[in-house]
């Protein structure tokens, strides 16, 4: 038996009783701690996200709400692609394609969270095959020709576009990275299942 700073003696039972219940705020220490670690890890990042500025020369768009189908829609070809709003009620299968896709499918895999990599008619071939090999393999990409299109090469989601005038701009694979199945009010939705057939 061991005493109490007042000189009582203490029986092992309540020495033991101590022990446990400082095994057992030791044991809850080890789990919350960790827990809290990753907590605050997670709403850091989040926050970061939200206030970190945009990808220099990302235009941000103003479009309409979402889940707005219109099958009898047809989209012009234009200097730029559309950034969403109103599409058809079926989406673009996502892949590569050498002719151009239409913009009210397009649309609706951009809602479904893609990334919609458009060029120019005249973009050198080399170009096209760097363009392709960004996206081969990759789940919720679309690439395609655009008629009209002024700008070499344009990168466009739900409500934010760039135009770069090289495949090889360092802003490709950071739009890429940043916004595929970020931007898109239906991110996660499927991207296969709808229309067209990419060659990949």
């Known amino acids: 038996m061991s005493k109490t700073p007042s000189g009582q003696k203490r029986s092992k039972r309540d020495i033991r009783r101590e022990q446990l219940a400082r095994e057992k705020r030791m044991q809850s220490l080890r789990i919350w701690i960790p827990l809290a670690v990753v907590v605050l890890s997670l709403v850091g990042l989040l926050i970061y996200r939200a206030t970190r500025p945009e990808i220099e020369g990302v235009l941000v768009v103003d479009t309409a709400v979402a889940n707005q189908h219109d099958d009898s829609l047809v989209i012009p070809f234009g200097d730029t692609p559309p950034t969403g709003g109103p599409h058809a009620s079926v989406w ?28 120019n008619l005249d973009l050198p071939a080399d170009q096209v095959a760097a363009l392709e090999s960004v996206a081969r393999g990759g789940n919720f990409m679309l690439v395609s020709p655009y008629p009209e299109q002024t ?7 739900w409500d934010r576009q760039l135009a770069v005038d090289s495949a090889s701009d360092a802003r490709i694979e950071e739009f890429i990275d940043r916004y595929k199945q970020v931007r898109g009010p239906e991110s996660g939705s499927s991207c296969s299942g709808g229309v067209g057939i990419p060659l990949s």
Do not use: R
Request: aromatic content about 12%; some cysteine; overall charge negative.
């Open 151 to 157: 700008s070499p090469v344009v990168l466009t989601v």
């Open 92 to 119: 673009q299968n996502c892949g590569i394609y050498t002719t151009p896709v239409e913009g009210q499918y397009a649309i609706h895999s951009m809602e479904h969270g893609a990334v919609w990599i458009t060029y």
